[in-house]
């Protein structure tokens, strides 16, 4: 910084106890800026600063020095006082917890986040730093947290302000000065004042947000005004409040609001005033406090949208609608079919009943339930028409109705299900539901969440990854499409685990989405149109058409990193019979996660950048995650697809879960149709238990459950195999080299090994397993009985080759763990490093010269060599030749002999 040049700290006029904290704050990390008080002070403000001022830095606008300003560190507000020295292109800092412009200024910054109060910003810095503060520094910063949050009660306080107040207070901030500065008695003028506005306050209904407008005259009154607001705030309680104070010669506006859908700076500034979207002021001239009042809620009406609407529950996508000529008996085909607990009634063209899925609000008749069905099913009416039963009317909502007005809607109609219709084309485009509803009560704000999704989106992917999902959201955003990442990778993110595989559905047509892509970024397309499903095959490293973030998403974690991603529209379906494979329709979002098998795997993540980081839990599953428990959709889960008996226990014992009770009642239900799964998914099933890190605890489960005697009742999990299977993880972790055969196999190899060969073909027949697999087992089998002769630690050399030279590498490596005997290991390291290798200098042409006939005799003769040398009966190739030509004469003298 140039000697004849310095930096000050600023804040807003009417300053608060957020905005002196800031200010202390600010000078705290940047030592050498200036602190610089408003003009105009809360009157809190100016008896704390009375007292304590001394033991503060703050200076007054006519104590700085008469030198340029370089540098301005705006706190608490954007729009702020200016001081001597300052100029027009003076270049700053903002650092507010208010939202900013995307764009900022020419030579201005913006450091900032959703928390309650710019103090806790500064805190968390200091904090970090190491920074000591005085008792009197840390009450000062307190004061500016707890007053910004209402002593972190109001709803915008976050987990963030509470650990900032908390280090405060280990700090030594003193709570007897916070209670009388916060609590601060009001002035007889603001008595009088706040009558007024209490007995002239009105609360209007706007889209769903409480707004509160209290007006009163007050000529000649000088005292502050604000105060005020937090006082009323805390008995109505509103979204947003405006007082309205006539003081003859002007009308001075306060406005506070505690909801993003309020944006109180944004109508202050339509009035001439100034501030941000939770706090503003105005001062209006030459109008009266009714046309005030007018406008605000005009601009209201214009500016504020629901902070929950119907678009953010419902169930996208045309939903299933019936003719209403439907009989009562087709009308019970379709609830079995889809699960539906209400279906819109439709009148259509030529009345037929041909499944038709996109109707138009106009042909709307009504509303027929599964109640409804099954009463009129009760009393043998499946013949009569459902218009008979249903709900008449035309009850309809759009995306943009707020969630009270569809509470209203649905309490006067007595609708349980309604649907959502698009005003410009009067299609139904999907429905909202009562247990939507439901499930909207204790959710936290929709921002705050969002901004939590995102920010473990952000600290726990790759770079490349997380950009290259940005790019997939925007352009499914372009073609219409919503984008959702789904199952798997939303439940370890929240909880807290790696994973990189990530799942796209899109509401729309995934082949169209993934061209785009590749159009626009490289790479290609490889696509299933029967299925629906497409995956871009990202662009290759030295690709001239790919973006930084694929370019890099092949090189960055060590490989981690996909090298495509796949897309599948989302779909519903639905099983004929139990076990068989299901039939798919496309279908929402909220359709395709109910097709999934447990509860904790139907969360999805929204990745179009409008609702970017969107949480979609419409199935309980974070609750569950939460409580640790694996749970099935619906009752007939593991009748549709007993395999899923498979992956509860697999999942359970993952992490560390238990199976729900009615889950677990279910599965003992369903266990004997396992017999009628065919054998190839079930040992796909088995196949991922293998590849789980600890697979006993998943199998010993199972074994609990009654499930492995349906697969085979020779498979048991027992103390025998848990240490097996342990070593086995000892000795494939310790191996330098590759495997000698898949994971899997190997642990199933060790699980059946005290089976009897017998049981191999069974349970092949019941398995299907791989060629591979039977050819182990078999091998490993073979050599039982040669095992427990190698626990002899006496041993020949040639004894030892000869019962391990049939043993395939697989069988060698696993003998040791089976038998878990160091004599065996010692007998196999010998074989592996030496015995093998071991070759006699003789071939098949040496015996040939000397007269032996090719066949099974050169084995003969090559073996005793071979053994010989071994055991250590030779010690050089004259030796070894002499050795040889004495069998070969014993061999040839013995066929001489028989032909005589």
């Known amino acids: 910084m140039p000697a004849n040049s310095f930096t000050v700290i600023v804040t807003h006029e009417h300053t608060d106890f957020d905005a002196l904290a800031s200010m202390l704050g600010a000078h705290k990390l940047f030592p050498e800026a200036v602190p610089v008080l408003p003009r105009t002070l809360n009157r809190n403000l100016r008896e704390f600063l009375a007292l304590y001022r001394s033991g503060l830095p703050f200076r007054q606008q006519e104590e700085l020095p008469r030198r340029q300003v370089d540098q301005v560190i705006v706190v608490d507000t954007q729009s702020f006082i200016t001081v001597r020295g300052m100029k027009p292109d003076t270049p700053g800092l903002i650092i507010d917890h208010h939202a900013m412009p995307d764009t900022p200024e020419p030579g201005w910054s913006h450091w900032g986040g959703e928390v309650g109060a710019t103090a806790t910003l500064l805190v968390e810095k200091m904090a970090e730093r190491g920074l000591s503060l005085t008792p009197l520094e840390a009450t000062l910063l307190l004061l500016g947290i707890y007053e910004d949050t209402g002593s972190l009660v109001y709803v915008t306080s976050t987990p963030r302000d509470l650990r900032a107040a908390a280090w405060l207070l280990e700090q030594g901030a003193n709570l007897q000065v916070l209670r009388r500065f916060l609590h601060h008695p009001l002035s007889p003028a603001q008595t009088e004042l706040y009558t007024k506005l209490a007995e002239n306050s009105q609360v209007h209904d706007i889209a769903g947000q409480s707004v509160v407008i209290a007006t009163a005259y007050a000529p000649n009154y000088g005292d502050e005004i604000s105060t005020l607001a937090h006082s009323l705030r805390d008995v109505y309680e509103p979204a947003g409040l405006f007082l309205l104070v006539d003081l003859e010669d002007r009308i001075q506006m306060v406005a506070r609001s505690t909801s993003d859908a309020v944006d109180v700076g944004r109508i202050a500034k339509e009035l001439g005033g100034g501030g941000h979207a939770r706090a503003a002021a105005a001062l209006i001239r030459n109008r009266s406090v009714d046309q005030v009042q007018a406008h605000i809620l005009d601009l209201l009406h214009e500016t504020v949208k629901p902070s929950v609407t119907v678009a953010q529950i419902m169930t996208h996508g045309n939903p299933v609608t019936v003719p209403s000529g439907t009989t009562i008996q087709e009308m019970a085909q379709i609830i079995q079919r889809y699960g539906f607990e209400g279906y819109p009634v ?149 909880l807290g685990r790696s994973n990189f595989d990530v799942d796209l559905v899109v509401e729309g047509n995934a082949i169209e989405l993934a061209r785009s892509l590749a159009r626009a970024h490289g790479g290609r ?92 839990d419409f199935y309980g599953g974070e609750r569950d995650l939460q409580e640790g428990l694996v749970r099935v959709l619906h009752t007939h889960s593991f009748v549709d697809d007993p395999t899923r008996i498979l992956r509860a226990a697999r999942f359970e014992q993952r992490f560390g879960f238990r199976i729900e009770q009615r889950t677990a009642e279910l599965i003992g239900d369903a266990v004997d149709l396992l017999d009628r799964v065919t054998p190839a998914r079930v040992r796909h099933e088995m196949e991922l238990i293998f590849a789980e890190s600890r697979p006993e605890q998943a199998l010993r489960r199972l074994e609990e459950l009654g499930v492995l005697a349906h697969i085979h009742p020779g498979l048991h999990v027992d103390d025998w195999v848990t240490a097996r299977f342990q070593s086995l993880r000892t000795a494939m972790q310790g191996c330098s080299g590759d495997l000698p055969a898949d994971v899997d196999q190997l642990y199933f190899a060790v699980w059946t090994y005290r089976m009897e060969a017998l049981a191999f073909a069974q349970l092949d027949q019941r398995l299907n397993l791989m060629r591979s697999t039977l050819t182990m087992l078999e091998n490993l089998h073979e050599l039982k009985d040669p095992a427990s002769r190698l626990e002899r630690p006496d041993l020949r050399p040639s004894e030892i080759y000869h019962l391990l030279q049939p043993a395939s590498d697989a069988t060698r490596f696993l003998l040791p763990i089976i038998t878990a005997s160091e004599t065996v290991a010692a007998h196999i390291r010998r074989y592996e490093q030496d015995l093998r290798h071991v070759r006699p200098h003789t071939d098949g042409r040496d015996l040939k010269r000397m007269g032996l006939a090719p066949g099974p005799l050169y084995r003969q003769v090559l073996d005793a060599a071979r053994a010989a040398w071994m055991d250590g009966a030779l010690q050089s190739e004259a030796e070894e030749r002499a050795l040889v030509q004495r069998l070969v004469h014993q061999l040839l003298n013995q066929s001489t002999a028989s032909q005589l």
């Open 346 to 494: 439709v009148e259509t063209e030529d009345g037929k009943r041909d499944g038709q899925r996109a109707s138009q609000a106009s042909h709307l008749r009504g509303i027929i339930s599964r109640r409804q069905v099954d009463r009129a099913t009760h009393h043998g009416l499946a013949s009569h028409p459902i218009e008979r039963y249903m709900r008449t009317g035309r009850t309809t909502v759009t995306p943009d109705t707020s969630i009270a007005d569809l509470q209203r809607l649905m309490i006067e109609s007595g609708w349980g299900q309604i649907p959502v219709v698009d005003l410009v084309s009067d299609q139904i485009i999907g429905i909202v539901t009562r247990t939507d509803l439901i499930k909207l009560w204790g959710s936290p704000a929709a921002h705050l969440r969002r901004e939590d999704i995102a920010l473990r989106m952000e600290s726990s992917l790759p770079a490349p990854l997380l950009a290259t999902l940005r790019t997939a959201g925007e352009a499914a955003e372009a073609l219409g499409y919503p984008l959702y990442a789904v199952g798997g990778f939303v439940r370890d993110l929240l």
């Open 525 to 616: 397309v490889r696509d299933h149109k029967r299925f629906g499903t497409a995956k871009w095959i990202l662009p290759p490293v030295d690709g001239s058409v790919a973006p930084r973030s694929t370019t890099e998403l092949h090189t960055a974690h060590n490989g981690l990193l996909p090298v495509a991603l796949d897309f599948v529209s989302a779909r519903t379906e639905f099983y004929s019979e139990p076990t068989a494979l299901p039939t798919v329709e496309r279908g929402s979002i909220k359709l395709d996660l109910h097709r999934r098998d447990f509860t904790i795997n139907t969360l999805a993540i929204n990745l179009t950048p409008g609702r970017w980081g969107e949480l979609l």
